[in-house]
T-cell receptor, first 113, second 115 residues
Framework: NAGVTQTPKFQVLKTGQSMTLQCAQD?????MSWYRQDPGMGLRLIHY???????DQGEVPNGYNVSRSTTEDFPLRLLSAAPSQTSVYFC????????????FGQGTRLTVV | AQSVTQLDSQVPVFEEAPVELRCNYS??????LFWYVQYPNQGLQLLLK??????LVESINGFEAEFNKSQTSFHLRKPSVHISDTAEYFC?????????????FGTGTQLKVEL
């Protein structure tokens, strides 16, 4: 059972480039989310999805897009990378969001130069 | 709006000493509370959670947390820490908000266990 798989693990982008961070889960979880982790700021919610075809914004959505065409996949797209988006990104999934355990991927360390 | 406050960014402690990591939350309605642990270069893992019932919850590795509704706190404690407990600990709260579901994290507490 793979759990939550994120790719790539490391990425360096130039300012203005776009890219997609991949996230897949094999636990048939309805709820998936993306967080960014920055020193001293904890994890901040970027976007989340409560099921296929349904997405919503979190705390820091600007500069990011998501889609949820299947239950398993929840990619995060950076439209035009900026140095402020240098961070560690985590994808998480859970059966629901209320009261159930969130399973996290190993993270993607992104540097924008 | 919900928020989670972890007042201590770093907590150094000697091995076998007790430790308490503090967490306070703000919410006008009932919440579910969690502690997650993050070891270096890894994702977060659930340590324990409070949903309802007994206000004292325990993990399999000796940590416990007590839900205190009057003080809106969910502090994490361990009576005797080990070197392997060195990690970052995050308190989190989930609540059904109007129009969506969210899990909100605190800023984290780095626990460093020293010999």
């Amino acid at each position: 059972n793979a759990g939550v798989t994120q790719t790539p693990k490391f990425q360096v982008l130039k300012t203005g480039q776009s890219m997609t961070l991949q996230c897949a889960q094999d636990m048939n979880h309805e709820y998936m989310s993306w967080y960014r982790q920055d020193p001293g700021m904890g994890l901040r919610l970027i976007h989340y999805s409560v099921g296929a075809g349904i997405t919503d914004q979190g705390e820091v959505p600007n500069g990011y897009n998501v889609s949820r065409s299947t239950t398993e996949d929840f990619p995060l797209r950076l439209l035009s990378a900026a140095p402020s988006q240098t961070s560690v990104y985590f994808c998480a999934s859970s059966l629901t969001v209320l009261g159930t355990e969130a399973f996290f991927g190993q993270g993607t360390r992104l540097t924008v130069v | 709006a919900q928020s989670v406050t972890q007042l201590d960014s770093q907590v150094p402690v000697f091995e076998e000493a007790p430790v308490e990591l503090r967490c306070n939350y703000s919410s006008s309605v009932s919440v579910y509370l969690f502690w997650y642990v993050q070891y270096p270069n890894q994702g977060l893992q659930l340590l324990l959670k409070y949903l309802s019932g007994s206000t004292l919850v325990e993990s399999i590795n000796g940590f416990e947390a007590e839900f205190n509704k009057s003080q809106t706190s969910f502090h994490l404690r361990k009576p005797s820490v080990h070197i392997s407990d060195t990690a970052e600990y995050f308190c989190a709260v989930s609540i059904l908000t109007g129009g969506g579901n969210k899990l909100t994290f605190g800023t984290g507490t780095q626990l460093k266990v020293e010999l």
